[in-house]
């Protein structure tokens, strides 16, 4: 496990370290900014959409046509799941990787396990998150366990509708993670309550013909790591917690790797082991903010008897 919980080198930065280049990676929704590039990697590139179906989304609503033809090609379109993509050929990846995409996925434990079965013997998967205390997010309460568990068990048309209920009224239109770090947000949550009701009411009465592209959950690094003890303690997934990256002084995104491990189900003791390393995580992450918070006052309480020095000279 990698203990390394500095908070001054952003989760992007140490995530493309650990990741060799002679593994094979699967990166998931590349858009126009893949993670990997295939001059530098071997990588491919997944979607649940053909190129010209993204280009097409995005067209609709994002006139720059460099933007547009920035788009990457997609090397594999995902069907009913990345089991049944890959089942034909047997393909396996050593890594898989996504940024900013778990947030979007309507079951993200059922999408866990099912990354889990196109991986090769202690392959890994890696993901990047936003952390919503830094993103337009911010008000919106935490998504826990107990949220994606009811969606695992009971499905993506009973949640979706009060998920998207939330994200439309708790939002803010501000995504500059140094206003959230520095407290200088200056606006609330003001949702259009008709417009708010008129989407819930078409998620609730016709769930099929609606697709919602938003951020389904917002987690922040430290409560992301609460649901990673339960999925331990309810035994859901074949992974161990190889590294963790909490979101860095002035960033947005916080990171980890999961390594694929055939004996953890079986295995009580080396899940008590992650649960273990997740609480070390959580209280180290907390003591090193409250030192860098504390670093912070300092330095404004020094700057402001500068000032009032210089106000005392005239």
């Not at 202690?122 to 998504?143: A, I, M, V, W, Y």
């Not at 006052?297 to 008897?305: A, F, G, P, V």
């Amino acid at each position: 496990m990698n203990n390394n919980l500095s908070l001054d080198v952003r989760a992007h930065d140490r995530m493309k370290n650990e990741i060799k280049n002679d593994g094979k990676i699967l990166e998931i929704g590349p858009l126009n900014k893949p993670f990997f590039h295939k001059s530098d990697f071997n990588v491919y590139y997944a979607d649940i959409n053909s190129t010209e179906d993204v280009k097409s989304i995005y067209s609709s609503y994002n006139s720059n046509e460099e933007f547009i033809n920035s788009i990457v090609d997609i090397d594999y379109v995902i069907k009913e799941s990345y089991e049944d993509t890959f089942k034909d050929s047997g393909e396996k990846f050593d890594y898989v990787f996504s940024s900013h995409v778990l947030e979007h996925v309507p079951d993200p434990i059922q999408h866990l396990i099912d990354i889990s079965k196109i991986l090769s013997d202690n392959g890994k998967l890696c993901l990047l998150l936003p952390n919503k205390e830094f993103t337009f997010d911010h008000f919106r309460e935490n998504s826990s366990f107990a949220d994606l568990f009811d969606m695992y068990l009971r499905g993506d048309e009973i949640n979706t509708p009060r998920l998207v209920l939330d994200s439309m009224i708790d939002s803010v239109n501000v995504n500059n993670p140094i206003i959230f770090w520095n407290k200088e947000l200056d606006q609330y949550p003001n949702p259009n309550v008709k417009a708010c009701l008129d989407n819930y009411s078409n998620y609730v009465n016709d769930f099929n013909n609606h697709i919602f592209d938003g951020h389904l959950w917002v987690f922040t690094d430290i409560s992301f790591l609460k649901i990673i003890e339960n999925l331990f303690k309810f035994n859901l997934i074949p992974f161990t917690l190889s590294a963790f990256y909490p979101t860095a002084h002035f960033d947005n995104t916080f990171g980890l790797i999961f390594e694929l491990n055939k004996f953890i189900k079986e295995d009580i003791e080396l899940r008590k082991i992650q649960i273990n390393n997740i609480h070390e995580i959580c209280e180290n992450i907390q003591k090193n903010r409250f030192e860098f918070d504390a670093r912070h006052i300092i330095y404004e309480n020094i700057q402001l008897k500068k000032k009032i020095n210089d106000i005392k000279k005239f």
